[in-house]
């Protein structure tokens, strides 16, 4: 039988026994196998699983966080390096994916400024009540979602996020390249930043004269945007974003594949003639796709792998995930990303419906492998 994650500080314990030699406790060939594994196991989770009690906010991240109203914020880069502005920001995976992911999460009221950013940007709301505000001065018009909604907002235009909730809300982000380059900042967010003592260097980083730092002689500080630089983006007004959208509720009009058990609609990304699937609702090239997983009761998925990078973000219940030295078990807001061609499966042996957001390199889907 495979050790489970409980059994791990058990099992470090006897692998510092196991490699001192005669007088080691377990002298068994097979529990030294065993302990081996369970240390293949933990290092693969070090590197790749990110529970949401463990997430690392920087609540400096960017330009705005002194700002009345926006100081409250919480910014996480799970995978990849995303666009924080900070030296501050804690990177929990840095294996390049192709694509970035990271959460934020405000308590009511908080904002994050108008910004454009040069890659794709998906949010999916995990918690909370969120309104997407759009334009380059909030004048083009919002959109508000609600858990398990998902907005996917096009490259070159500004928009903001606020928690319009009464409650403390988290989101999931997902950002397109493996470096998704700069934030463009609305211009109104730098002359507040100035008022609050932040300054914006032109290679992203930050100084913050609230804390005796200055200008390093090496370095450029970023010009503020221009009117110019603002009437070369597009707009884009929250009434016409409709096809940027797509509701929790709509997921059941989706079409889907069904595998015992185990439904998989296409959220973002093109048509999989391999898998049977039309394309997502937002079908544009992002340079990744999002399906939304659903696993009943008792139902699990046969080992298989991917050809691509496969992150699984949990949205509801408990999912059990397979791998070759071990179970893991994923609870709402954690994140784990399973190597291309480590065999994996998925199941759910509670009670409640499990409900995932998987996130896969890449803009041609292809069948996974099953293994017998
Ligand atoms: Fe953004």
């Known amino acids: 039988m495979l050790p489970c994650l409980v ?17 080691a406790p377990f002298g ?7 302990a081996a594994t369970a240390q293949r196991h933990a290092s693969l989770l070090a590197k790749r699983l990110v529970r949401y009690a463990d997430l690392r906010p920087c609540t400096t991240a960017f330009i705005d966080t002194r700002t009345p109203g926006s100081a409250e914020k919480e910014n996480f880069t799970i995978i990849g390096p995303g666009v924080s502005e900070s030296p501050d920001q804690h990177v929990h995976v840095r294996l390049p994916h192709g694509f970035n992911i990271g959460g934020a999460r405000q308590p009511p009221g908080c904002v994050n400024s108008q910004h454009s950013h040069e890659t794709a940007e998906v949010f999916i709301v995990h918690s909370g009540t969120w309104a997407f505000k759009m334009g380059p001065n909030l004048e083009d018009g919002e959109v508000v979602l609600h858990p398990g909604d998902t907005i996917s907002i096009p490259v070159h235009v500004f928009r903001g996020f606020e928690n319009v909730g009464d409650s403390t809300g988290y989101l999931f982000a997902v950002l397109g390249g493996n470096d998704p380059g700069r934030v463009t900042w609305a211009p109104y967010v730098f002359d507040n930043a100035e008022k609050y ?106 080992l298989h792998t991917r050809h691509e990078e496969e992150v699984i973000m949990m949205h509801a219940g408990q999912l059990t995930v397979g791998l070759p030295d071990g179970d893991v078990e994923m609870v709402p807001g954690d994140v784990l990303t399973v190597p291309i061609g480590m065999a994996r499966s998925f199941s759910n042996s509670t009670h409640e419906r499990v409900e995932a957001w998987v996130v896969r390199g890449g803009d041609l889907p292809q069948s996974p492998s099953y293994h017998s």
């Not at 059994?7 to 007088?23: M, N, P, Q, R, T």
């Not at 509720?249 to 093109?270: F, K, M, N, W, Y």
């Open 197 to 302: 003592g932040l300054v914006l260097l032109e290679d992203g980083s930050l100084v913050d004269t609230t804390r005796g730092e200055t200008v390093p002689d090496d370095k450029t500080v970023m010009p503020p945007t221009t009117k110019a630089d603002v009437a070369a983006l597009d707009r884009l007004k929250a009434d016409d974003m409709g096809g940027c959208v797509l509701r929790h509720d709509s997921l059941d009009a989706l079409t889907c594949s069904t595998l015992q058990g185990i439904e998989e609609r296409p959220v973002i990304g093109s048509a999989s003639d391999a898998e049977g699937l039309a394309a997502g609702h937002m079908n544009w090239l992002h340079g990744f796709q999002v399906r939304h997983v659903q696993i009943q009761p008792g139902a699990g998925s046969p």
């Open 28 to 34: 068994d060939p097979y529990m030294a196998q065993a």
């Open 7 to 23: 059994d791990l500080e058990l099992h470090s314990k006897y692998i510092e026994y196991s490699f001192v030699g005669a007088s």
